[in-house]
């Protein structure tokens, strides 16, 4: 079992940044770690992912304005996000998946709302 606990999220204006973090209670050297992100009333949907060898993918509306990144010492993935806009308010969400298992752990989310 793993336990997620995201942080950073924020009240920000338009175009400003925000750095999110995520710890995880175990491990993550060997899991490919993902942030997601859900707006009211919209599904769950991927915004970026890492694998354990540092592929990274990111979702066709990041459209190079964020960052993913992980530090395996710290069990640790982070997420960058540069020139906010309104549509990225949303709750994120911090998952992590263990390949040799097939589990997949959530934490509760941390809310980014961008707003002038």
């Known amino acids: 079992q793993r336990q997620l606990e995201e942080s950073g999220g924020s009240l920000v204006q338009p175009g400003g940044s925000l750095k999110l973090s995520c710890v995880s209670s175990?491990?993550?050297?060997?899991?490919?770690m993902s942030w997601y992100r859900q707006a009211p009333g919209e599904q769950r949907e991927l915004v970026a992912s890492?694998?354990?060898?540092?592929?990274?993918t990111y979702a066709d509306f990041v459209r190079g304005r964020f960052s993913i990144s992980r530090v395996n010492a710290q069990n640790s993935v982070f997420l960058e996000m540069n020139n906010l806009e309104p549509g990225d308010t949303a709750v994120y969400y911090c998952?992590?998946?263990?390949?040799?298992?097939?589990?997949?752990?959530w934490g509760k989310g941390t809310l980014v709302t961008v707003s002038s």
């Open positions: 998952n992590q998946h263990q390949p040799h298992t097939g589990r997949i752990f």
């Open positions: 175990g491990t993550i050297f060997s899991d490919t």
């Open positions: 890492i694998s354990p060898i540092l592929r990274t």
